[in-house]
């Protein structure tokens, strides 16, 4: 049975761009008040605009979500501006390559402390008092690549894979008060993730830049996917059908496929295969 989240309070983290703007923007058409968080005030002035078009409302709230006590004042000012927050959705995230072992230990540091502790941070800052009103949803944005594990992405591909276990472990726990939980896990879409991504190699930031440009679906399509999904309390989402595809192979054929994803980065072809792939939007 789906759910109704109209006239929702919902919170976005890293709502000033890309999915997180996307996925407020679906959301406002179901009349939601949205909490649009980012440290970008300029992105978010220009969501709130498109959100208010499109038949929603609410406020920007400038947060920087790897600081706890932030996040935290964040839940404070919501639930006392609001009484309450029906949808929680930690968006918010950055991207960096390189072979584990050359990648700055500063790097890893940085990503995690966005993509990690930022889903940490918002979860601790609110799920206890969205227990209380025995409702509710939450959308944790991972990656394809917390399942696919892919060469030279090490920071990335285990900060996405913690918070797939992270929402997992949510979804057992959260059942009995009635809050869903679901995890986006996308492949290539378009977006400003790579605006500030961290690399060692040129190489990883071409291919990085083709896999964006040749995305298969938009923003905003992947947010209506994500919506509808929530509506239905679906635990996973992959939006991108070749994605679920290479999912589906990693589950079956493990030996197969860690062999060919082996030979793709020790072989001297294996950038160009990968480039090519992405150009075709896998």
């Not at 999915?19 to 440290?39: F, H």
């Not at 605006?195 to 040749?214: C, K, L, S, V, W």
């Not at 082996?262 to 480039?275: F, N, P, Y």
């Amino acid at each position: 049975m789906d759910k109704n989240f109209n006239g929702c309070v919902s919170v976005i983290t890293g709502a000033a761009s890309g999915i997180g703007r996307e996925l407020a923007v679906v959301l406002a058409r179901d009349r939601c008040t949205l909490v649009l968080s980012d440290i970008n005030r300029e992105g978010l002035e220009k969501t709130l605009e498109l959100v208010e078009k499109a038949g929603g409302a609410g406020e920007v709230y400038i947060c920087d979500v790897s600081d706890f006590d932030k996040v935290m004042g964040m839940a404070d000012h919501c639930f006392s501006r609001w009484g309450r927050v029906d949808i929680l959705i930690n968006n918010a995230g950055v991207a960096c390559t390189g072979v584990t072992g050359i990648l700055p230990m500063e790097d890893w540091k940085w990503l995690f402390s966005i993509n990690f502790w930022g889903v940490i941070h918002g979860c601790h800052a609110f799920i206890p008092r969205m227990k209380k009103q025995n409702r509710g949803h939450i959308l944790n944005v991972a990656s394809i690549a917390g399942i696919i594990s892919s060469p030279e992405m090490g920071p990335y591909n285990t900060s996405k894979a913690a918070v797939i276990s992270l929402s997992e472990t949510l979804r057992s726990e959260l059942a009995p008060v009635n809050i869903g939980v679901s995890v986006l896990c996308p492949s290539h879409i378009k977006t400003k993730l790579l605006d500030n991504m961290r690399y060692t190699d040129e190489d990883q930031r071409i291919i990085a830049n083709t896999g964006f440009d040749h995305a298969r679906i938009t923003a905003a399509k992947a947010a209506e996917i994500t919506v509808a999904a929530m509506k239905k309390n679906k635990l996973y989402i992959i939006p991108q059908g070749p994605a679920k595809a290479v999912w589906l192979w990693k589950r079956f054929a493990p030996a197969l496929f860690f062999a060919c994803m082996s030979r793709l980065t020790c072989a001297t072809w294996g950038k160009k295969a990968m480039l090519q792939l992405n150009r075709m939007g896998f």
